[in-house]
């Protein structure tokens, strides 16, 4: 214990009398440390920022449905309705779930909407217009004229991409024409009273929402295809459905979670938590080389140090645990200083913003911040650490092929 904190009394003098190689290891450190923490930051908000549009726009955070309807349902929609006393009971039960915030009911149709001079084929909604815009509204823009409210009749929103292939602005008339699911065609004439964009352009292109009272009218069933979920806090999303699932277990219903209805997520994050440690291995390299540069130089510089230390009594192993130590003490140093300083750059980076362009397949840019993940910072400190270690190891070994001799040689 006490050889240890003499070798450690030696290693803080040493580093301090080192002032110019000191830090410039130091900066070596914290630039690599700092470039970890924003880059992670970074990516970090975009799978957030994607993952609440995802939620917020179109899914929700669960959604219940009959056996099978996500396999099959575009062949025959009607099989996998939900009848109205088994959508409502699920409602009902699903406000025994503390983590439940609320829950909705939707109707899907695919058909036709027609404004008396062209025609387009339509994904059709119809949903509960207060409640959807009370939870699912934070990333579902209006961009002219107004969302659907409670008590609307024979009102329809419709996409940004139906609107400009229609040429369709709000008080337009359209008609709507699908295939009721107990046989034959229905229509029924709505109003546009507003146009809505998503981050999903091809959502946007054939998507029409409407009131669900008119869905039923419409499609001639008072059954639903889908109970949407909203919870109170989207990191509650798998405790919520191992909740939900057995609640509802053995009753042939099907239980989504927003992660496993989008592929382009799940695709997407796969891809950047690729990216990023590539990333990771490019930093750790570009630290550890210019830290062995600096660890290097300044081994050689103090070789007539080591010689004069060897020969007055230490080993080479305490040589060896010296180097080690000192850059230990520097690889902490800098390690914490970096995470402190990233953290304070991810804050102020987060306060202006980063413009951004659309993403693929969207038409709308966002701003992006820079954010805090305590396992990046921790992964980012790690690595700081463990560069100067290993390089300082790689400069001990170097030092130990030096004999007293040829060390004793450097003071003259």
């Known amino acids: 214990m006490d050889n240890f904190i003499l070798l450690l009394r030696f290693a803080t003098r040493n580093l301090a009398r080192q002032k110019v190689r000191t830090a410039m290891t130091l900066g070596s450190i914290m630039f ?29 955070h669960l959604q219940i449905s009959a056996q099978g309807y996500r396999e099959h349902w575009t062949r025959d929609p009607g099989k996998y309705l939900l009848d109205e006393p088994v959508s409502t009971g699920i409602t009902t039960r699903l406000e025994e779930i503390p983590e439940v915030a609320d829950s909705m009911q939707r109707l899907n149709f695919f058909g036709v909407i027609n404004n008396g001079r062209n025609e387009l084929p339509i994904l059709g909604e119809g949903i509960d217009a207060a409640r959807e815009a009370a939870h699912f509204g934070r990333f579902f823009f209006v961009i002219e004229g107004r969302t659907l409210e409670a008590g609307d009749s ?10 400009q292939a229609l040429r369709l602005r709000p008080g337009a008339l359209v008609t709507l024409l699908t295939h009721m699911p107990g046989g034959g065609l229905n229509s029924l004439e709505f109003e546009v009273v507003g146009i809505f964009r998503t981050f999903s352009r091809e959502f946007d292109a054939h998507a029409v929402r409407l009131p669900l009272a008119d869905a039923h009218t419409l499609l001639g069933t008072p059954g639903t295809h889908s109970v949407i979920v909203a919870l109170q806090d989207t990191a509650l999303t798998e405790e919520a459905a191992l909740r939900i699932r057995d ?9 989504w979670t927003w992660f496993e209805l989008d592929d382009f997520y799940r695709n997407t994050v796969k891809l950047y938590r690729s990216e990023f440690q590539v990333l990771q291995l490019i930093i750790l390299l570009v630290v550890l080389l210019s830290v062995a540069n600096s660890i290097n130089m300044t081994a050689h510089e103090r070789l007539g140090e080591f010689g004069t230390l060897r020969a007055i009594g230490l080993r080479e192993r305490d040589i060896t645990r010296l180097i080690l130590l000192e850059n230990a003490v520097l690889g902490l140093v800098g390690s914490l200083a970096g995470a402190g300083a990233g953290a304070l750059l991810a804050v102020l980076i987060s306060l202006i913003g980063i413009p951004m362009p659309p993403p693929p397949n969207s038409s709308m840019g966002y701003t992006a911040e820079i954010r805090l993940v305590p396992e990046i910072i921790a992964v980012a400190v790690v690595v700081g650490l463990v560069a100067t270690l290993v390089s300082a190891f790689l400069a001990a070994r170097s030092v130990r092929r030096h004999s007293l001799v040829d060390s004793l040689r450097e003071n003259v």
Not at 154 to 163: K, T, W
């Open 32 to 60: 690599g440390v700092v470039g970890l923490i924003l880059s992670g930051g970074f990516i970090e908000d975009i799978f957030v920022q994607l993952r609440e549009v995802t939620i917020h726009s179109r899914l929700g």
């Open 247 to 255: 609640l509802f277990a053995g009753q042939g219903l099907e239980i």
């Open 154 to 163: 024979h009102r329809i929103l419709v996409g940004e991409g139906v609107a």
